[in-house]
């Protein structure tokens, strides 16, 4: 079965940098999109970018572009997604999700929370 | 950058009841729309998507409709599993993916 396991949860100070990774399993990982979208505590979905596996291209949003890095690693199945100069406003629930438009599967979610 | 409203923002419905949520979006999106149902301390599951083609996991009394600017997900004969949160989403102008505000259904 398709599964998505991503790394544990982070607490980082204000201006620190964040690295959450995604391993992929039960499909073949070069035919899907990785998407990563954050929850903040008690809010909506907002999506912060995408990885294509089979050619290592990416997007991001507006909100986060220069401050986020996603790459991936065919040998491992896993697509890193790093968040730089960070402030109390990325506190949230961090996931990962496979699909192209709409995310078909999803990871557990990764709590990142920034404080001083 | 496209705007999804969703109503009501919460919704109180008894068991065995029927729950009619709306997502309304500020441009057309033609089909390009997921309906995901989210519950507390789990990541969103994928109920719906082409506005209203439902994966084979997902029982039959959900079920999406529309197309441009208007949707709506209707759950039939509510279970106590059912009560979470339900928010729509759009990839018309994929990869930029945007989401509605949510709607939670709650027990009556």
């Known amino acids: 079965q398709v599964q998505l396991v991503q790394s544990g949860a982070e607490v980082k100070q204000p201006g620190a940098s964040v690295k959450i990774s995604c391993k992929a399993s039960?499909?073949?990982?070069?035919?899907?999109?990785i998407h990563w979208l954050r929850q903040a505590p008690g809010q909506g979905l907002e999506w912060i970018g995408m990885?294509?596996?089979?050619?290592?291209?990416?997007s991001s949003s507006q909100k986060v572009q220069g401050r986020v890095t996603m790459t991936g690693d065919t040998s491992t199945n896993t697509v890193d997604m790093e968040l730089t100069g960070l402030t109390s406003g990325d506190t949230a629930t961090y996931y990962c999700?496979?699909?192209?438009?709409?995310?078909?599967?999803w990871g557990q979610g990764t709590l990142v929370t920034v404080s001083s | 950058e496209i705007v999804l409203t969703q109503s009501p923002a919460t919704l109180s419905v008894s068991p065995g009841e029927t729950a009619t949520l709306s997502c309304r979006a500020s441009?057309?999106?033609?089909?390009?729309l997921a309906w995901y149902q989210q519950k507390p301390g789990q990541a969103p599951r994928l109920l719906i998507y082409?506005?209203?083609t439902r994966p084979s996991i997902i029982p039959a009394r959900f079920s999406g409709s529309g197309s441009g600017t208007d949707f709506t997900l209707i759950i039939s004969s509510l279970q106590s599993e059912d009560f979470a949160v339900y928010f729509c989403?759009?990839?018309?102008?994929?990869?930029?993916?945007?989401f509605g505000g949510g709607t939670k259904v709650e027990i009556k």
């Open positions: 441009q057309s999106v033609r089909s390009n």
């Open positions: 990885f294509n596996p089979s050619s290592g291209s990416t």
């Open positions: 999700a496979s699909g192209y438009g709409y995310a078909d599967y």
């Open positions: 989403q759009q990839y018309a102008n994929w990869p930029s993916l945007t």
């Open positions: 082409g506005a209203s």
């Open positions: 039960g499909y073949t990982f070069t035919t899907s999109y």
